[in-house]
């Protein structure tokens, strides 16, 4: 069994309401009917208000620069600043948050209640246990970590096919982007996933299969705001179950 974590709206419009997630995936809270969870007459909700990201049984909340903030067990995150836009507040990048299980989220007059189930069999991939926590490494310390000492003939930990790696620009609770440049010259942002749970050959199947569907055209679409038009390839290294993403930019 994977692991699984789930969001219940526990007071508020809906309650009962379950969003279940058991891989990779984000989720956007808001008064907008492009959110996954749209909460329209709650005037207390910005349009889009907080982002949650999860890869099971890790999940991070991020407040999106609402107006009133993000309420976590109590404790306020995120807000914009007294007299900004929503405009100017959404470019701004606010804490993450890393949930718990038991852990509430309140915004506005709608709770909802963070359940995770752990698997309960024995992993057979495990984490490197350097990884730690990485909002402490430098950004040298982490494309080191990642892809091995460029002045060393070691073959990198992590391989992107045809992309030479050239800096750090920007970083979550789950990995961090680079800037990289194909042989041809083209620029592309690569987003490197390193997994701080241990992952089964269940986990592992279910990337692959993503890989395999969004390396493909596809004529689904999805808000432009939250996900991406295109990835034009993954790669996957058993190396602390590391997974990256490329696409142009």
């Known amino acids: 069994m994977s692991a699984k974590v789930h969001l219940k709206?526990?007071?508020?419009?809906?309650v009962g309401k379950i969003f279940a997630f058991t891989e990779h995936d984000t989720?956007?809270?808001g008064r907008l009917d492009d959110c996954h969870a749209c909460i329209p007459d709650d005037t207390q909700v910005s349009r889009h208000h907080f982002i949650l990201e999860v890869n099971p049984p890790a999940a991070c909340l991020r407040d999106l620069g609402s107006l009133n903030g993000t309420h976590v067990n109590g404790a306020k995150f995120g807000a914009r600043e007294k007299g900004e836009t929503p405009?100017?507040?959404?470019?701004?990048?606010?804490p993450e948050v890393t949930l718990k299980h038991g852990d509430r989220i309140k915004v506005g007059r709608t709770e909802?209640?963070?359940?995770?189930?752990?698997?309960?069999?024995?992993?057979?991939?495990?984490?490197?246990p350097q990884?730690?926590?990485?909002?402490?490494?430098?950004?040298?310390?982490?494309?080191?970590?990642?892809?091995?000492?460029p002045d060393q003939a070691a073959k990198p930990k992590l391989q992107i096919p045809g992309c030479k790696i050239e800096a750090e620009v920007?970083?979550?609770?789950?990995?961090?982007?680079?800037?990289?440049r194909r042989a041809d010259g083209s620029v592309v942002a690569v987003k490197v996933m390193l997994s701080r749970v241990d992952a089964d050959h269940e986990a592992i199947a279910k990337f692959k299969r993503e890989v395999?569907?969004?390396?493909?055209?596809?004529?689904?679409?999805?808000?432009?705001?939250?996900?991406?038009?295109?990835?034009?390839?993954?790669?996957?290294?058993?190396?602390?179950?590391?997974?990256?993403?490329?696409?142009?930019?």
């Open 212 to 249: 395999a569907v969004t390396a493909k055209p596809s004529t689904r679409t999805s808000s432009a705001s939250w996900k991406a038009a295109r990835r034009a390839q993954s790669s996957i290294s058993s190396w602390s179950s590391a997974t990256a993403g490329v696409s142009g930019t």
């Open 170 to 180: 920007g970083r979550g609770g789950f990995g961090a982007v680079y800037r990289a």
């Open 131 to 149: 990884l730690g926590d990485i909002s402490l490494l430098s950004p040298e310390q982490l494309a080191k970590l990642i892809f091995g000492a």
């Open 112 to 128: 909802l209640e963070v359940s995770i189930e752990q698997p309960k069999e024995a992993p057979q991939h495990r984490v490197d």
């Open 87 to 94: 405009e100017q507040g959404a470019k701004r990048r606010y």
């Open 27 to 29: 989720f956007v809270f």
């Open 9 to 14: 709206i526990s007071q508020g419009k809906d």
